[in-house]
């Protein structure tokens, strides 16, 4: 006996699940629905099946086959154009010479099938209805049959005042071939409201069989809730996988779950799920396959799909997620939400009851959802963020991901060109790095591996080799979780804003170039790159000026890159030096907390007597100093000393500060006669604007600094160098720099901004601030009367910043604060 399956309804009252995936193929209990119906006529000896589809029916057929790996035959019949419940049966009519069995593929059931059949065979019936007693009939058709099961009449989907039974139609049918009689070709044709009215005008036998048994027509996304309830609860007979861990939890192979993580259940957690510390999985989950839960997260009466992720302190209760959404830091998601594949949302976001959110849409951190958000476009389209490429390691930044991104890349470059490419020591930079340079060699460029190496070597190395770009890959280092992908050109500076449009537009098109086998690029390990960027540095400086000063040094790595590096360094300039954390590990680097390192290093500084003590960032761009008082100095205090060096050591400097530096740093470069620029806070490429101008010392706001005669770019090992080249120049010790610097106040705010207010608010503080004298290099600076105010919207967060120096910290927080406010009353 074959069975006919019908999977060709689009679902549209289940959308957005079934936006982009048909509704047979929606999971329940982390298996497609048809796969359970599948499951069911196999234990009834049903193993020839032919199953008509329409919508997306390459998703049904390439997930099923052949129907071999669920031993069964399995053919299709595609319908070009809607056909109706019989006419599709009619359209793989020539599959179906004997009896046969016509279910749904999108319900969920245990129905006895053997005892429909039987009821059919033994009243010689032409066509055979299971019927089921349900409490509310109203969405369903109803049957009212005799006693001898024979069917009196048919009501499709009636008001309360014509229900006359609770019995509806399942759309379970036992058929004989000779019901294509009473199916008209051509148009659209529907069993319960054309065909099988035909057949009792005819007087045909057709019967009514009331079936026990579990029947849900998971027809909304109420119903698919209820249904994974009942399948939890085991009111319905179907296969779970997973090993059964206690009355109502099932866990999947490969699954973990802290220890400090609780399970309440019932509960389905899918194979290689992650369920993080603090974590609780409340009643009626179902997780699907390689969920992430972070910490403290706590989910309950929701159905997750495969492959999304929760990130720490979220909280869902009571919704359903697609595949692959994304849900940052502190968001909840209130009951009845439902979102679609592949959705981003921001950290703490609020997405109220009721609200859908169609596929690949990405909501900003911060905001909160009162109403859907179902236009049909792809989310955004923006892939560069201020840092680069960044996203959650194998989530957002997965290995498909990074091929593609770097075969658009690679594509903007000439074919056999060369490129750098460096990593941190994480294993996730290790794989993500493998899938980008395969993107690069299958575009036609080869790739220079520098291995392990920090950024500006990265920068340098391109530089030296004449290479026409280079790229690093890097956990973010305020996410351990998180890595970022940066890319640079052929002078070693990031990449500009018209070539990461130009990537995104080739990787959007899919627009790559695909070498034939011969032109595949290479991959070269690039040898003694530490030894050329240590004689290159040091031929910048005064050698002996460090040597003659007998340093002594307390450094901290940060397990990080640096580690590599600096002992070509240091051999060099014969400092006596105590290293903490001395070596490349991701773990400690993930681990490790700020403030202790400070002290620590701060308490070695004056236990020993060092000169100076400094932490170099994981990445080697940015520096922490410590003076020889084991006092850890500020951004502020470090920019100050750092231009008072650079004023005393060069001859007639350039140098380019961020508008957050202080008025005192601005007059000593007026009183000194150095020429001075400004540098912005959101852009790590400065050079791109001083074509032909040569810079002698870059500032940036958070201890990122850059000496361009070596390379122009942020680097901490280059900044560590030059400094003790100029105290050994100057014979001066940090201490004493410090204690002579002014008392400097800058108090910086941070407000919530919705995005598209945030012209409005920079627009109306440029006309209330028209009679003063501003500067609109990068938001707004206003000169006040003791000091000044910068207000700057933040280009990728919903966050305006306000910076505002004054002569104390009580008036600079008073005045931070009146603008806030300002700011506040012109979002209402």
Not at 196 to 219: A, M, N, Q, S
Not at 327 to 346: A, F, K, P, S, Y
Not at 443 to 470: C, Y
Not at 638 to 647: A, E, G, R
Request: proline share 4%.
């Amino acid at each position: 006996m074959k069975a006919v399956i019908m999977a060709g309804g689009e679902g549209t009252r289940l959308r957005p699940l079934t936006s982009n995936t048909p509704k047979p193929m929606l999971p329940m209990a982390n298996k497609p629905m048809m796969e359970h119906i599948l499951s069911l006529l196999r234990q009834h000896g049903i193993e020839e099946v032919v199953v008509t589809v329409a919508f997306m029916a390459n998703a049904i057929r390439t997930y099923f086959g052949d129907g071999s790996e669920f031993n069964l035959s399995m053919v299709y019949a595609t319908e070009e154009s809607p056909l109706g419940t019989a006419g599709s049966v009619l359209n793989a009519a020539e599959q179906l010479t004997e009896r046969f069995l016509v279910i749904s593929g999108d319900v969920l059931t245990d129905i006895n099938l053997s005892e429909v059949i039987k009821f059919h065979d033994d009243r010689n019936a032409l066509c055979t209805i299971a019927l089921k007693s349900v409490e509310n009939p109203l969405d369903f058709g109803i049957v009212i049959t005799r006693e001898d099961g024979s069917i009196e009449r048919f009501l499709e989907k009636p008001t309360w005042g014509q229900v006359f039974s609770d019995t509806i139609n399942t759309g379970i049918y036992v058929m004989e071939p000779e019901i294509f009689d009473f199916i008209e070709r051509g148009r659209p044709v529907d069993f319960s409201g054309d065909v099988f009215p035909r057949v009792l005008e005819k007087g045909k036998p057709i019967y009514g069989d009331v079936v026990d048994g579990y029947w849900e027509d998971v027809g909304t996304l109420e119903a698919y809730l209820r249904a994974h309830e009942d399948v939890l609860d085991q009111r319905v007979s179907i296969q779970i996988d997973g090993f059964y861990l206690r009355p109502g939890v099932w866990l999947g192979k490969g699954a973990e779950v802290d220890p400090e993580a609780q399970i309440e259940g019932p509960a389905i957690i899918g194979d290689y799920c992650r369920i993080g510390p603090g974590a609780r999985i409340g009643r009626y989950c179902t997780l699907g396959t390689n969920v992430k839960m972070g910490s403290d997260t706590f989910i309950q009466h929701s159905v997750v799909h495969d492959n999304s992720y929760l990130a720490n302190r979220t909280s869902i209760e009571g919704a359903v997620l697609g595949k692959a959404c994304d849900i940052r830091d502190g968001t909840r998601v209130e009951n009845g939400v439902v979102m679609g594949e592949g959705c981003t949302i921001g950290s703490d976001t609020i997405i109220r009851s009721g609200v859908k959110i169609y596929p690949y849409k990405t909501v900003e951190q911060g905001a909160i959802v009162n109403s859907s958000i179902v236009w049909e476009t792809r989310g955004s389209r923006i892939i560069f963020g201020r840092d680069g490429v960044k996203g959650l390691a194998n989530v957002d930044i997965n290995p498909e991901f990074v091929i593609r991104l770097f075969m658009a890349w690679a594509s903007t470059l000439e074919k056999g060109a060369r490129i750098t490419a460096s990593r941190d020591t994480s294993r996730a930079a290790r794989v993500l790095k493998r899938a980008a340079m395969v993107g690069c060699n299958a575009a036609g460029i080869t790739v220079d591996d520098l291995e392990v190496a920090t950024i500006p070597v990265t920068r340098f190395m391109i530089q030296s080799a004449s290479n026409q770009g280079g790229f690093t890959v890097r956990l973010a280092e305020d996410d351990r979780h998180s890595i970022v992908i940066h890319f640079f050109d052929e002078e070693g500076r990031d990449i500009s804003e018209s070539i990461q449009r130009k990537i995104e537009r080739m990787y959007h098109r899919e627009d790559f170039r695909r070498v034939p086998a011969p032109e595949i690029g290479d991959i070269s390990f690039v040898s003694r790159a530490l030894e050329q960027y240590t004689e290159k540095l040091l031929s910048t400086v005064d050698i002996e000026a460090i040597t003659s000063a007998n340093f002594k040094l307390v450094l901290d790595y940060s397990f990080g890159t640096a580690s590599f590096l600096m002992p070509n360094i240091l051999a060099k300039l014969q400092a006596d030096v105590l290293v903490s954390n001395p070596y490349g590990a991701t773990a400690p680097a993930t681990s490790t907390d700020r403030w202790s390192s400070l002290k620590r290093v701060s308490d070695l500084v004056m236990a020993s007597g060092a000169h100076l003590g400094a932490i170099i960032d994981p990445g080697g761009e940015t520096l922490t100093i410590i003076d020889n008082g084991g006092n850890v100095l500020t951004e502020t205090q470090s920019l100050m000393v750092l231009l008072d060096l650079v004023i005393k050591t060069f001859n007639h400097p350039h140098v380019m500060l961020p508008l957050s530096a202080p008025t005192e740093a601005l007059e000593a470069c007026q009183k000194a006669g150095v020429k001075q620029s400004w540098v912005k806070l959101y852009s790590n490429d400065y050079t791109h604007s001083l074509k032909g101008e040569s810079v002698t010392f870059v500032a940036n706001h958070s201890n990122a600094y850059a000496f361009p005669h070596f390379i122009p770019a942020y680097d901490s090992v280059c900044t560590l160098v030059n400094l003790l080249a100029m105290l050994g120049s100057t014979r001066t010790s940090l201490s004493q720099i410090v204690s002579e610097l002014p008392d400097i106040q800058i108090v910086h705010e941070e407000l919530a901004t919705p995005s598209d207010h945030k012209g409005i608010v920079m627009r109306s503080l440029i006309e209330q601030s028209s009679e003063r004298d501003t500067l609109l290099i990068e938001g707004i600076k206003i000169t006040e009367d003791n000091g000044w105010t910068w207000i700057l919207p933040d280009p990728e967060g919903p966050t305006t910043h306000v910076w505002v120096e004054a002569p104390t910290h009580t008036e600079a927080r008073a005045r931070a604060q009146q603008y806030a406010f300002r700011i506040r009353q012109m979002l209402r």
